[in-house]
Structures are given as C-alpha cells and as structure tokens.
C-alpha cells in the first residue's frame, strides 16, 4: 500500500494540458524532495522531474513540477501521443526510511 | 554517458534464493549509489533498496531480512540477492543509480538512468 496517492488515470486531448497530483504527509513530501518518472509501455522508468520542479537535460520544458506543503504536481502541456504513459511521483519518507513511489498514474491522449 | 544491464534467471524457485546482477558502463560504481526497483507485472513500483559507494546498504524494511545487495568493483557490476523467494516476488526488477542527499530543503533523491529491467518469475 503506497503512502503517496495519485489518480488512476487522466486524459486529454492532442496539444491539450493534464495535471498530475501526488499526495502525501509531513514525513514525505511535505519535507523532502519530489522526483517523477515516465514509464513508457512495455519500457523502464524515466526520470522526468528531479527535486520538485527541475528537468534533466534533454526533457522538454512541456514538463513541469511544483510542491506546495504535502502535494506535488506533475504538468504536461501541449500533449502528445508520446506522452501515453504512467507517471509515478517519488520521494523519500523520514519516518519509514524508505524510498515511496506513487500509486502511478495512466495518461491517455 | 552510464547505461545499465541485469541480468539473472527468469526462472526461480520456490523457497529458493534470486541473484541478479547488474552490468555498470560508461562510468564507476565507486562514484554514486546504487538501487534495485521491482514491479510486479500491472502493478506499481516498489523499491528495495541501495547500495553506497562505501558497500553499507539501506533496505526496504517489507524486505530487509530477505535481501542482500553489494558492490563488486573489480567488474564494474551490483548484486541483489533475494532469499527465500514466494510467489509473490515475480516482478521486472531494474537497477538505477541513485542520487541522494541532504540540504535545508529535505533529503533528495532521484533515480538516472535505469535498465531495461530483467523479469523474474518465481515458480515450481
């Protein structure tokens, strides 16, 4: 049972913009950074977002994340049918001492 | 720049005890730390724990007395060993570098690159 939640699944439309959320507590969260990863079908995770809201080189600034007190965000605009995939949030929990993942989130364009 | 490779038995079984390997390119494992991530087939990911540089390791407590991960330097390569293995065990299990840290804003962490992922299943 993942402590951090995400919806199962949004979509939108080609060109279109989703928002991801991820929910967690004071222990994880709310005091340690965010990072999110794109699974491809049938492919391994990517890393999208590293420390709340920064792209590693070579992702497009389509991609974007926030953090306000114990949710992040994950935003994608101008959607693509590449983008058809599941999103995990992650981050570290104090209190367990251990790395969560997300519940993960299914993207339909 | 560093890719990544596991390799092990598809086919474990029962009771028995799961090695993976994995095959470190285009850089030193002695330079960061290391994970293994599992995911059960439809279902979401599960970390299992990590490696440093120094050898120590840091567990999943859901798997602590199960697992076992080290470094070997002389291949380049990092090692998870799973112990009496169950059925529910099979799973895609990938192995990334992990950036860790501290600073006034939390721990940090993330994972680049992964591997493709190597899938096992546990079975008699």
């Known amino acids: 049972q993942s402590v951090l939640t995400q919806p199962p699944s949004v979509s939108a439309a080609p060109g279109q913009k989703v928002t991801i959320s991820c929910s967690g507590s004071?222990?994880?969260?709310?005091?340690?950074?965010v990072s999110w990863y794109q699974q491809l079908p049938g492919k391994a995770p990517k890393l999208l977002i590293y420390d709340n809201n920064r792209r590693p080189s070579g992702i497009p600034d389509r991609f974007s994340g926030s953090k306000s007190g114990t949710s992040a965000t994950l935003g994608i605009t101008g959607l693509q049918t590449g983008d058809e995939a599941d999103y995990y949030c992650?981050?570290?929990?104090?209190?367990?001492?251990?790395?969560?993942f997300g519940t993960g989130t299914k993207v339909t364009v | 720049q560093v890719q990544l490779q596991e390799s092990g038995p598809g086919l474990v079984k029962p009771s028995e005890t799961l090695s993976l390997t994995c095959a470190v390119s285009g850089g030193s494992i002695s330079s960061y730390s290391w994970s293994w991530i599992r995911q059960p087939a439809g279902k979401g990911l599960e970390w299992i724990g990590r490696?440093?540089?120094?050898?120590?390791?840091n567990y999943n407590p859901s798997l602590k007395s199960r697992v076992t991960m080290s470094l070997d330097t002389s291949k380049n390569q990092i090692s998870l060993k799973v112990s009496s293995v169950i059925a529910a065990d099979t799973a895609v299990y990938y192995c990334a570098r992990h950036i860790t840290g501290y600073n006034r804003g939390g721990f940090y962490n993330w994972f680049d690159p992964w591997g493709q992922g190597t899938l096992v299943t546990v079975s008699s």
């Open positions: 992650g981050t570290w929990d104090s209190s367990l001492s251990v790395y969560v």
């Open positions: 490696v440093y540089t120094s050898g120590s390791t």
């Open positions: 004071s222990s994880n969260i709310g005091n340690n950074y």
